[in-house]
């Protein structure tokens, strides 16, 4: 079955960085993209990028611009997201989410990571 | 780009049906058939209801319906059940091909 484990929670200072991890099982992890989504505590959801498993290459929402990096390992089916210079409001839940058609750049998510809690705090 | 806008909230009593709204602009939900609902209950992952404005994932009951017109898509859900009272979120695809939500809709089932 389609899975994906996403790393534990982490506390991080203001102006640090975190990476997020997302493995993914049960499907051929370089035929789908996967998705960053974000949720603040009490708010909505919040894209942040997609990256291409196939060719490593990845887009990001301008907001994210210059402060994010998606990568992934082919060899060990997982995906990562780095934010750095890390603010208050970056705290939030972290999901990676699988594209729902194979091929596409996707719009639509069938399979999430359970989630990472990122806190920012002094 | 602002989120795509949602009410705030929505309520029903079970066994009646509710419709939620989703509006964009023609660069986003106007512009192409791919918008998706997500149903979120509390502390849990999104779970996707609806894609392609009208499609349903296997799995997900046929209760639940999507529509759109111009600028607007809404998510229908008949029949209420207790077990539908959460958090809905609907997204579009964007002509900058990023993906924008909506600010989510919180729905109690009286």
């Known amino acids: 079955q389609v899975q994906l484990v996403q790393s534990g929670a982490d506390v991080k200072r203001p102006g640090a960085s975190v990476k997020v991890s997302c493995k993914a099982s049960?499907?051929?992890?370089?035929?789908?993209?996967v998705h960053w989504v974000r949720q603040a505590p009490g708010q909505g959801l919040e894209w942040m990028g997609r990256i291409n498993p196939n060719s490593g290459g990845p887009n990001y929402e301008q907001k994210f611009q210059g402060r994010v990096t998606m990568t992934r390992d082919e060899s060990i089916s997982t995906v990562y997201m780095e934010l750095r210079s890390l603010i208050y409001d970056d705290t939030a839940v972290y999901y990676c989410?699988?594209?729902?058609?194979?091929?596409?750049?996707?719009?639509?998510?069938?399979?999430w990571g359970q989630g990472t809690l990122v806190s920012v705090s002094s | 780009q602002s989120a795509l806008t949602q009410p705030a909230s929505v309520s029903g009593s079970p066994g009646q049906s509710i419709t939620i709204s989703c509006t964009g602009t023609s660069s986003d939900v106007g512009a192409y058939n791919y918008v998706s609902w997500y149903q979120q209950h509390p502390g849990k992952v999104p779970k996707l209801m609806i894609f392609?404005?009208?499609d349903r994932p296997s799995g997900v009951s046929d209760r639940f319906s999507g529509s759109k017109s111009g600028n607007t898509a809404s998510l229908t859900i008949s029949g209420l059940q207790a077990e539908d009272e959460a958090d809905y979120y609907c997204s579009s695809f964007t002509r900058s091909t990023t993906v924008l939500f909506g600010g989510g809709t919180k729905l109690s089932v009286l």
């Open positions: 989410a699988r594209a729902r058609r194979r091929g596409s750049i996707g719009y639509d998510f069938d399979y």
């Open positions: 392609e404005v009208s």
């Open positions: 049960g499907y051929t992890f370089t035929g789908y993209y």
